[in-house]
């Protein structure tokens, strides 16, 4: 009998027909290769070219360089044993195999493999793996149930089950923020945040605890010590933040309703990403009682959901709808925001608008001072002066007390924060002030239109420099919101090379239900483009 | 473009090679019926006969009649979109191909299979599908975290993870007992069990809370309001129960100890079942504090783990060491007990038996009157009295109170247990006490050895007939230890048809420590053999 690893391999052949020459000695010394990843061989072992294919629960990775640098970053395959082979013979140069295979960490999985003989050598050109499915992704989830806490009453969000970012109070666990020494020392929570329990009271239960960016103090979803959220729809790029861990539960199902933060796009920028509705709400409209702040000027609670009636129904169920304003009817868009868009997005952006124009929606384009290039630069540069102020005052003490506690990005931002004096975060919110003024005076009740992102999500091995150039980019679009309070909605509808991308309309302050509502027009006409 | 439901399909094509003729059109007649779940047509798309190959998550299923059975019983597929279809042309009649599927309720799937053209018609002959991963698997976890708690102290369970079977009081949490009704009247507890504490205080942590039979009371781990936990190493088959949700757990990798009750069977059989290591310790050897009973007279704590050296290590940080006994070297073997057990169960065993006499355990024989099948038999009938009187004493009330709360089957063996008068029960109970030390005078301190179960994991399919069956013939085996109070650690080692089996050695009173601890022993010529 063949071995692997020092085990037997029991080789299934059906009816007897063999294997072909010297496939079963390949598979072996693929798996070999796998145990000890020995990414040369792993590589001449896949075959070479654009159409060499391999697919698991994470997506299809199509093209050998592709596949390889997939390999090079998941640093080893779980150790394993080979069950079983049963090898289905197609010719001599052709054969597929099923291994089942048991991890030493316990339950089975499941690989297949199409082989080729090319030139006289075997080679992969698709497998399919399956891993033993997981306890709970801990990239997603802190805590999960079925349910974890139930709802309080019945209404019209029965059924749904709420993603809750771990910057939420949940009554009995403690509140984590990202950071595994934050949670360490944390009691439970007495009550459910104020937020948390206006879902639950409309029918809603808790599915589970979802992660973030550390203190929620980021946009890409990384969280060195949870590992980044997959982005669900995207192989191999990263899911958004810093709502990362709800955005993910919501796209791939988890969940139906992502309660999360919008600070200055952590909500709008992983709905982007992954093909989401998310709502940024009105600043002051959503109680954040039970909510750990981060930069309390522009902290807001919002909502990720898959689609755009739940989203309404999140919506009606959690704002007070006395005060309610309705958005003007024109829609207007501002030049020197889309600049900061890839070009791909600068594209797909421009068949929107030409989409909702040519559908009724007339698409106006801002001309004024506070939409300027240097205004949105200024804004922005004044936005994120603010937050890091606010962001140092609230955490500052906790991360002097606890070095090494974050992440190195995390830890180098907050670094910075900590640099602000005084006197730079006054005269930031005295330029914010006269920014948010000049742009209610240019926008009045209009809705301004703009892509949510600046780009599709970037892939999981972008380096810091790439995610800093991209987080620049998308902060200064999403900051006009953040600076304003206004409510911005992020539709899905656009696509750049296969991957998602939101088109986000903010509206006058107090018009979140309208705007949701009337959204979901807009998404019907971006839809059918 | 093609289409499938209404969507269009985009085929992908290496380098242009072009799909075999009418294959695109196969695949996407295959998706049309499999999300009408035309059961005939989808049998109709797999190739005929024993070599045809489907695998997922749950396992590799071998030959049409296996996967038409399969599909037969799960009711249809989730409903989805065909993202993108991905053709590799081997020759005119085979080709490989990969869906990505886009389920309706969020995520991505991919599905890849073979396929080839017999006589005219495309057929697949092997097929791999991957789901998108869960956020948590309600058959085997109702609550899981990471950790869901935290250990209270340092110690020789350091990293370890506890699957809590959902009997044992969890602070913080409802108590569910595997029914609905009684979770959802349940109060988050005050504090956890006492055998819980003692493994957080010896370092481990809680990774969730797992399902059970209802109310402990079946060996079958079928439980109808949440799903029978899958067996993680026998595709199709049932966990085994009541500790269905730790052994699953266990067996899949997601925690490293089940944390559990054995009253007739409920550690051993599901122990047998999936390969692991399984203690019922001694009558009162560890507290029941928090735990909710069945049967006082015969309940019991113990763990499942999947390696020896854990459950030793858990066994001795929670069981007091003082007036710890030695079993005595001898081991036996009770003829009229193997009875019980399936012919193939029985020639494993005994070539187990065998294996144990080889290596100088000198295995002895039984030629007790107390081991009589007459006697077997009257112990099983007393046992099972006891047990269903003790355990309508103890939920008798709430079930009343609660019609329909319970699945069918359970029902109905506790409809038959209110009927147990107190005179039969009596009866049963002084008959017990002669039998126990009948047993007592004829075992003393030797080992007895004997099959965990009567028969390697029914499938599920099995109809309630054949699961009675089983569970007769199993708890006259399980039984003995049961209503002795001994203890008994189920070791795995045996197949038969590629299924594990457990070899079952019940102890002395008292000598749970030192029985591991020999068991070590036993499982290396068992593992040799």
């Not at 909502?303 to 755009?308: A, E, I, Q």
């Not at 129904?313 to 309705?326: G, N, Y």
Request: with cysteine.
């Amino acid at each position: 009998m063949p071995q692997s690893g020092g085990h037997d391999v029991p080789v299934q052949l059906p009816d007897g027909v063999p294997a072909p020459d010297g496939l079963v000695e390949a598979a072996l010394g693929y798996e070999a290769a796998l145990m000890t990843d020995d990414l040369e061989a792993l590589e001449e072992y896949f075959a070479p070219g654009p159409s060499t294919i391999r697919g698991d629960e994470g997506g299809l990775l199509v093209g050998r360089e592709t596949i390889t640098r997939f390999r090079g970053r998941r640093g080893g395959a779980p150790k394993r044993i080979i069950e079983a082979l049963h090898v289905r013979s197609i010719d001599a140069d052709h054969a597929w195999l099923a291994a089942v295979t048991a991890p030493l960490t316990g339950g089975r999985g499941l690989v297949s493999q199409l082989w080729e003989r090319q030139d006289g050598v075997w080679r992969i050109t698709a497998a399919h793996v399956s891993a033993p499915p997981r306890a709970l992704d801990r990239r997603i989830w802190r805590v999960v149930g079925e349910p974890l806490v139930r709802p309080t009453a019945a209404g019209q969000l029965d059924g749904h089950t709420v993603a809750v970012k771990d910057v939420f109070a949940v009554e009995g666990f403690p509140l984590g923020a990202g950071v595994p020494a934050y949670l360490a020392a944390a009691e439970p929570a007495p009550r459910s945040a104020a937020s948390l329990r206006a879902l639950q009271a409309a029918g809603a239960s808790v599915r589970g605890i979802a992660q973030t960016d550390q203190f929620a103090y980021s946009i890409a979803g990384r969280n060195s010590a949870y590992g980044t959220p997959p982005n669900a729809v995207v192989p191999g790029a990263i899911s958004g933040g810093s709502s990362s861990g709800p955005a993910a539960a919501v796209a791939m199902g988890h969940a139906t309703i992502g309660l999360a933060t919008d600070t200055a796009g952590s909500i709008r920028i992983p709905a982007s990403y992954q093909g989401l509705w998310g709502l940024r709400t009105t600043h002051g409209a959503v109680s954040v009682d039970g909510v750990l702040p981060l930069a309390p000027s522009f902290d807001t609670v919002g909502w990720l959901t898959r689609d755009g009636e739940t989203l309404a129904a999140v919506t009606r169920a959690s704002l007070d709808t006395m005060d309610a304003r309705t958005p003007g009817a024109r829609l207007v868009t501002a030049p020197a925001l889309a600049d900061s868009a890839t070009p791909e997005v600068a594209r797909a952006f421009a068949v929107a608008v030409d989409a909702l124009d040519a559908a009724g929606s007339e698409v106006g384009t801002l001309d004024d001072p506070a939409f300027s290039t240097d205004a949105l630069d200024a804004l922005y540069a004044a936005f994120r002066t603010v937050q890091a102020a606010e962001a140092w005052a609230q955490h500052g003490p906790w991360i002097e007390a606890h070095p090494g506690a974050l992440g190195d990005d995390i830890a180098a931002r907050f670094a910075w924060a900590s640099t602000i004096t005084a006197e730079a975060a006054g005269e930031a919110r005295a330029a914010l002030d006269g920014a948010r003024a000049a742009i209610d005076a240019a926008l009045g009740d209009t809705v301004l239109v703009l892509p949510s992102a600046a780009s599709v999500a970037p892939s999981t091995d972008a380096d810091g420099a790439e995610i800093e150039a991209i987080r620049t980019a998308t902060l200064r679009m999403t900051a006009v919101a953040g600076a304003t309070g206004r409510p911005a909605v992020s539709v899905p509808g656009l696509t750049a090379g296969g991957a998602p991308i939101g088109v986000c309309f903010v509206g006058p302050r107090a018009s979140d239900i309208a705007l949701v509502e009337r959204a979901l027009g807009w998404s019907e006409i971006l839809k059918h483009d």
